[in-house]
């Protein structure tokens, strides 16, 4: 069985372990093996120290094939999504590993806007593990260009944008850009569209000074800082490449993306006069709560996989999809967008929230959630959920339905989950729980720890 490479979302890894010259050279080389050797390939990067390094060696693969290569220089995922979209694009690929650490990165490949499915996936992972590579004659070489897309996307997002809003007044916004990507982007857009725009982070720099990429709680303590000691209406924050949204309100408080996710939703069924939200099984049931007020509903993936839905033939009738950080604006184009999602947050800050992100978020309820995770080694994780879900269910009545997309997820008619998973990348089961009261959390998490702890017991 062929190694896989592709995790939840693209190739990310140590650049010293996984993604190394050797690793992007052979990627280069199965894309162009994938296109049979015809066709031209946007090759984009975040603000890394090593995008030079891989994106020479990804590329030199890539030509030696015969495909032609439109050097995109650092540009946003969201951005260079958008480019495989273009005629006469056959593909285009970002050298990121977006919200990890400085001594990471990856890959990640689109085609008509969206992420590479499994199928395609597989077909990559076969092609380097076994060295079987289009080979192009000295005369087929594929040639190399540099390309500035930054101008068509932010036309794009701008006129979609004003599709859906209006232009500001000049409603102040702060922008913490994590000294990625998105730097010469977000403020330009949001500028565009009338707001009056501050920024930090706001020079590309692969070292992440001022914050580590992932716009997290525990990263944001600069911008919620400087959120609550000014007159901000909303704070918006990115990760190194711009698929990720975060959101701060005026008092510095970082809002729960559940919440960020129904207030987008609501806005796009609405519109639409209903329609699917498609969304990842981690996700709170205040989505189901906000979409179905307005006459949509709701279908969970796993993570990584909301792609793969919008290849079906269901996947047509989703108006809105999003993973946690990251809204896909399907209106607009399949790929995960940060950057005209924070276009549109500002814009329903200013129009449904008078100016106020919390009068903003006051029309959607905060529950809490929780999130932990126990120990699990890989060895007993077969066994792990068809035993956590014998037990939890007929614990707690009340259910409403069971899903088993990406672990096991009981729904209660209360409106309180609970999510059970084991991790594809580290040895753990994961525990996401969701309620309408602290009272109901506190049981529900309780129950399922203790079942967790029970069957580890049994199975080690």
């Known amino acids: 069985m062929t190694e896989k490479l592709f995790g939840t979302s693209g190739i990310r ?20 093996s994938f296109l049979d050797g015809k066709g031209i390939v946007g090759v984009g990067t975040d603000a890394r120290t090593s995008r030079e390094m891989l994106k020479n060696a990804f590329i030199s693969g890539l030509i030696s094939t015969g495909i032609n290569a439109h050097d995109l220089g650092i540009t946003p995922m969201p951005t260079v999504a958008y480019y495989s979209t273009v005629e006469g694009i056959s593909s285009s690929v970002i050298i990121t590993a977006s919200h990890n650490p400085p001594t990471d990165n990856g890959f990640k490949f689109f085609s008509s806007g969206r992420e590479f499915i499994r199928d395609q996936e597989v077909f990559l992972e076969d092609s380097v593990h076994k060295k079987e590579y289009h080979v192009a ?53 949001l500028e565009a569209l009338g707001f009056a725009v501050t ?24 911008a919620m800082k400087m959120a609550a000691e000014s007159d901000f209406a909303v704070t918006m924050c990115h990760d190194g490449d711009g698929d990720r949204l975060a959101v701060i309100d005026e008092e510095g408080e970082f809002v729960d993306q559940n919440r960020v996710i129904a ?9 639409n006069g209903g329609g699917i939200v498609l969304t990842s099984i981690d996700t709170s049931s205040v989505i189901d709560e906000i979409v179905k007020s307005v006459g949509g509903s709701v279908v969970r993936m796993p993570l990584g996989s909301l792609q793969e839905f919008l290849e079906t033939e269901d996947g047509k009738n989703v108006i ?29 800050v200013d129009e449904l929230g008078d100016g106020s992100c919390m009068k903003l978020m006051e029309t959607v309820p905060k529950y809490p959630i929780l999130r932990d995770f126990v120990p699990c080694p890989d ?6 959920l068809p035993r956590v879900k014998e037990l939890l269910v007929p614990e707690i009545s ?44 506190d049981k529900i998490t309780k129950i399922a720890k203790r079942i967790m702890e029970q069957v580890l017991e049994e199975l080690q």
């Open 13 to 32: 890894g140590s650049i010293i372990e996984l993604t190394t010259p050797d690793l992007a050279l052979g990627l280069g080389r199965a894309l162009g």
């Open 137 to 189: 004659s000295w005369d087929k070489i594929g040639k190399i260009s540099v390309e500035n897309i930054k101008g068509n996307y932010l036309a794009k997002a701008k006129k979609f944008l004003l599709s859906r809003g209006g232009v500001s007044t000049g409603t102040k916004v702060l922008v913490d850009l994590a000294n990625g990507a998105a730097t010469e982007y977000t403020p330009e857009l």
């Open 398 to 441: 009340g259910v409403e339905k069971v899903l088993e997309v990406d672990g096991v997820r009981v729904d209660y008619k209360d409106g309180s989950y609970v999510l059970i998973r084991v991790s594809g990348t580290e040895p753990k089961a994961r525990l996401y729980v969701g309620a309408k009261s602290q009272q109901t959390l």
């Open 379 to 384: 060895k007993i994780k077969k066994l792990f």
């Open 320 to 348: 809105f999809a999003s993973e946690p950080w990251k809204p896909i604006f399907t209106k607009y184009g399949c790929w995960m967008d940060g950057i005209t999602g924070a276009g549109r947050f500002a814009q329903l």
């Open 263 to 271: 207030v987008f939703a609501r806005d796009e069924v609405e519109r």
């Open 199 to 222: 920024t930090m982070n706001s020079h590309q720099d692969g070292h992440f000074p001022g914050r580590l990429p992932e716009p997290s709680p525990r990263n944001l303590g600069d």
